[in-house]
């Protein structure tokens, strides 16, 4: 059976409220107290959401790539792999841009830039987070994402094995100096306190360098998600003076008529009592 919050978030925005507000009444009406309840509350989608869910319903199979992508990418930065981790973070780019492109091509109207940021906020924090994936993936999102991060970044901090390097031979092929051999010969064998002190430091500093990295990366989707919301702000300023002066306009228009109904009524009164008086000078004679 289809669910009817499905169907409801694949209408055009504008016909939202109207068909869930009638879907509630007929689920009441049928006697399923529970589904009026929960379709009653759900909540009518923004810009970046509609245009979202168009994505997951047109544009499916794009979608899952873009998921799919976020999967190799954590998996890439658990393995620390330089190589890979350039190639995909190359292609997310470029995934990112096609979706964004597609929903242009899905939209009723002209997309405002501040909603195009606000869609690339959602599908990156669908690249990011496995969550907001399936949220994404659902088609029934009320307002955008903004997941931020790699959530296994921290997990990929190098082993003892990775890190301790100290302790293995030069290249093949490159043979040590005879100064780094005297050195090597006349140096004090490392004690294992020292060696466990040795690869703690290094782990922490990895962890700290992981930590940094992420840091940056967070800034960097706040510091949209911040200007997102400024040119929403100025949006909806620019719409209030709007509304505002709409509204002077109209009690305007509004003082006009009733000054023209006011003149029509006394006109009206000035005619009926000339035909009073024509009546009456008819009737002496």
């Not at 939202?16 to 989608?45: E, I, N, Q």
């Not at 031979?169 to 043979?175: D, E, H, I, S």
């Not at 010969?185 to 690869?199: Q, Y």
Request: net charge neutral.
């Amino acid at each position: 059976m289809t669910d009817p919050a499905d169907d409801l978030y694949g209408l055009p925005q504008a016909e939202f409220t109207a068909a869930r507000d009638a879907a509630a009444r007929d689920a009441k009406a049928a006697g399923d107290k529970m589904l009026a309840a929960r379709l009653a509350k759900l909540r009518k989608p923004n810009a970046v959401a509609w245009l979202a869910n168009q994505l997951v319903r047109q544009r499916r199979e794009a979608v899952e790539q873009l998921v799919d992508l976020g999967d190799q990418l954590r998996a890439a930065t658990t393995r620390l792999d330089g190589e890979q981790l350039r190639r995909l973070s190359t292609r997310q780019h470029e995934v990112v841009a096609d979706l964004v492109r597609q929903a242009h091509e899905l939209a009723d109207r002209p997309v405002a830039d501040a909603t195009e940021r606000g869609l690339e906020q959602t599908l990156r924090s669908a690249l990011a987070d496995p969550a907001a994936a399936d949220e994404l993936l659902a088609g029934q999102l009320s307002e955008g994402l903004s997941r931020i991060g790699f959530t296994s970044l921290l997990s990929a901090v190098p082993t003892d094995d990775a890190v301790d390097t100290s302790t293995q031979g030069a290249p093949a092929g490159k043979p040590r100096s005879k100064a780094a051999a005297v050195a090597g010969e006349s140096a004090k064998p490392e004690t294992a306190a020292e060696r466990t002190e040795r690869k703690a430091e290094k782990r922490l500093q990895a962890a700290a360098e992981a930590a940094r990295k992420q840091a940056e990366a967070e800034l960097a989707d706040a510091e949209a998600l911040l200007r997102t919301a400024r040119d929403t702000v100025d949006a909806l300023r620019q719409r209030l003076d709007e509304a505002y002066e709409g509204r002077a306009e109209a009690d305007r228009a509004v003082q006009a008529a009733r000054k023209r109904l006011q003149q029509a009524d006394r006109d009206a009164r000035l005619a009926a009592r000339g035909l009073t008086d024509v009546s009456v000078r008819a009737s002496d004679r």
